[in-house]
């Protein structure tokens, strides 16, 4: 795919996957404006009239950290396939073919030893196929794909007034030493101490200070004494709110430090004028105890790859 071709293919992609509507900017950033993005990983299957048939988006980091810096050991093992459709009609079987058939090539080429879809960490539409389009799943579990493991959104309307008494009885529950601030530079030493611990490279990656260089009222702080102990953002949107990452160190679980960030994010998105908050890829259980609900499913499937030579 050419950045010429991304109108035509953003219409197909509209016309089949009607539940993830993207527009050209999105569509862009996520395909063509990963670091990872190699041309040769984003193909497209053409009909006979030059008609868009599907697409098949593979992107793979070529060392451990990857061009993000956001890689860990278990993913350079994979591909992973982070956009896959195919449009109704006689070739569709062909198409589906021809697509996971790039798709593989491409990560075999790159030592891959298998091909995921997707929990990709970089740029994604998707943390798997979701489960309403079923005629895309059934394409790929024919073609060899296993279903390993199921995924949940969630989402939670925002306008409960709840939420305002779970956030009060928390906050008497954890006291006055424990503070949640929004983003400033000056927190960066602490910061720094809590990456570290954390551990989550997807998140933090190398080179993640520049990201901090300027205040930011959509991050989260989580301090008592002066430690940082939890870091959580928020998107404000109307009518549609999203959340998310929320970290909180291991050795500081179960003391309702999460659910604390959790609830200042939803009742300031409530302040901005959000009616609801939404949550992809989602730790279901967190989130259920703070009233919100599952909205979506979706299926990661996995296909083993053999290396070139046994291809052959």
Known sequence: MTPDDLP??????????VHDQLTEDRFRHVMLGDPNYEPEGVVIA???????????????????????????EWQFRRGFLKAFFVTEGE???EAAD?????????????GKQELTVTIYTGPYV????DLRYDRIYRLLVARGCRDVQTIESVAVDLRDPAHEAR??????????????????????PQMTKFVAEGD??????VGCEYRYAEPNELT????????ILGWARYHPGRPRAGFGPILVLERERSKGYGLRLLLECMIRSRDAGSESMYAGWANTGFYIAAGWHIIERHAVLKKDLPAMEEAR
């Open 220 to 227: 989260l702080i989580l301090q008592r004494d002066g430690e």
């Open 91 to 93: 070739h569709a079987g």
């Open 167 to 188: 956030l009060a009885a928390v906050q008497r529950r954890l006291g006055p030493e424990v503070e949640v601030l929004t983003w400033h530079p000056k927190l960066l």
């Open 200 to 205: 989550m490279r997807e998140w933090f990656p």
């Open 8 to 17: 035509r293919v953003l219409v197909a992609w509209n016309q089949v996957l």
């Open 46 to 72: 053409e009909g006979p009239h030059r008609e868009v048939l599907g697409l098949s988006a593979s992107v793979l980091r070529r060392d451990v950290l990857g061009k993000d810096g956001g890689g860990t």
């Open 126 to 129: 998707f943390p798997g196929v």
């Open 98 to 110: 021809a697509l996971l058939a790039a798709a593989e090539a491409y990560c075999r080429q790159a």
